[in-house]
């Protein structure tokens, strides 16, 4: 089992920054990648960032140039840097990791919530 603890959501006037981040422990030996998704209210769930073991990133279009997903290994922690926030950034954001099996789990989420 894996258990995904995320923390660093809050509230932020649009323009500023979050550094929101996640403690993965458990069976963690096995991870693929890391990553980020989030749910605005009522839409979808949406991919927003992930790393690989190697460091190798990817980023949804809507959030490149604006914000940096990292990862410490000896920490088992997994940071999103989050800048430039407007109002549509507004969701709750999960923490994800998927082992090299395929399987992935999912964090409780942190809130997020820009204001204009």
């Known amino acids: 089992q894996v258990q995904l603890v995320e923390s660093g959501g809050g509230l932020v006037q649009a323009g500023g920054s979050l550094r929101p981040s996640c403690v993965a422990s458990g069976s963690i030996y096995y991870t693929r990648s890391m990553g980020w998704y989030r749910q605005a209210p009522g839409k979808q769930r949406e991919l927003v960032a992930t790393i690989t073991s190697s460091g190798i990133t990817n980023y949804a279009d809507s959030v490149k140039g604006r914000f940096t997903i990292s990862r410490d290994n000896a920490k088992s922690t997994v940071y999103l840097q989050m800048n430039s926030l407007n109002p549509a950034d507004t969701a709750i954001y999960y923490c994800?990791?998927?082992?090299?099996?395929?399987?992935?789990?999912w964090g409780q989420g942190t809130p997020v919530t820009v204001s204009s």
């Open positions: 994800t990791l998927e082992t090299s099996w395929g399987r992935t789990y």
